[in-house]
């Protein structure tokens, strides 16, 4: 079955480390996503990729780097410049930008 | 920026019940999405609608573009059911078009 992969589910980073989140997707979709999810807030956009070797910043892209390589990756780096990391990441995709169609299901990260 | 508003913020009702949560939205869009998540975190697209009304097995959606009103209808309710609901319009443009409201949280007790 097509769908997007998220891993791991649970990460934990020390204070002052980067981390990176998988996310990879076998649904030949050419645009993917990276939200943000906060207790009891909206999911807000970090950053979007509509082909490979392209992306934009979203609304919350300080402290976050991505990339896109291969059309199936686009992996988020959460450096430590990202002063509250702490939150629920959701990776999404679609055939063509601008409207996410299938999500996958989240890595929730902490702070040791 | 659009300002999106969901309400009721939770709801508890019995299984069988008729559910209605609503979506107000402050600008003009060009589609809006209803997204449920479960209780594990992943999230499931339910409609993409941009006039009219939609229907999915129980589910309906249904907007009224020139009152900025959305409504998600869940008939015979079953604890399945009980996810958060999502309302997300789009006012047009690329992905930063898309605005999330804060979630419907529905639990259907048996």
């Known amino acids: 079955d097509g769908g997007i992969t998220q891993s791991p589910k649970y990460l934990f980073r020390k204070e002052g480390q980067n981390v990176t989140l998988s996310c990879e997707q076998n649904l030949n979709h050419d645009a993917m996503y990276w939200y943000r999810q906060d207790p009891g807030q909206g999911l807000r956009l970090i950053y979007y990729s509509q082909i490979v070797n392209d992306f934009q910043k979203g609304d919350i892209a300080e402290g976050y780097s991505v990339s896109r390589e291969k059309k199936e990756s686009f992996p988020l780096t959460v450096t430590s410049a990202q002063k509250n990391p702490t939150a629920f990441y959701l990776c999404?995709?679609?055939?063509?930008?601008?409207?996410?169609?299938?999500f996958g299901d989240g890595t929730r990260l902490s702070i040791l | 920026k659009n300002e999106v508003e969901q309400s009721p913020q939770n709801l508890t009702a019995q299984e069988g019940e008729f559910i209605t949560i609503n979506c107000s939205y402050s600008?003009?869009?060009?589609?809006l999405h209803w997204l449920q998540q479960h209780p594990g975190g992943g999230i499931v697209s339910l409609f993409m609608l941009s006039s009219g009304k939609k229907k999915h097995g129980r589910l309906i959606a249904t907007i009224n573009i020139q009152e900025k009103h959305s409504s998600l209808h869940i008939t015979a309710s079953h604890p399945r059911d009980s996810a958060v609901y999502i309302c997300?319009?789009?006012?047009?443009?690329?992905?930063?078009?898309?605005?999330f409201g804060k979630g419907t949280h529905l639990i259907i007790q048996p």
């Open positions: 600008v003009g869009i060009s589609a």
């Open positions: 999404a995709s679609s055939i063509i930008g601008g409207q996410p169609q299938h």
């Open positions: 997300a319009p789009h006012s047009g443009g690329g992905a930063d078009g898309l605005t």
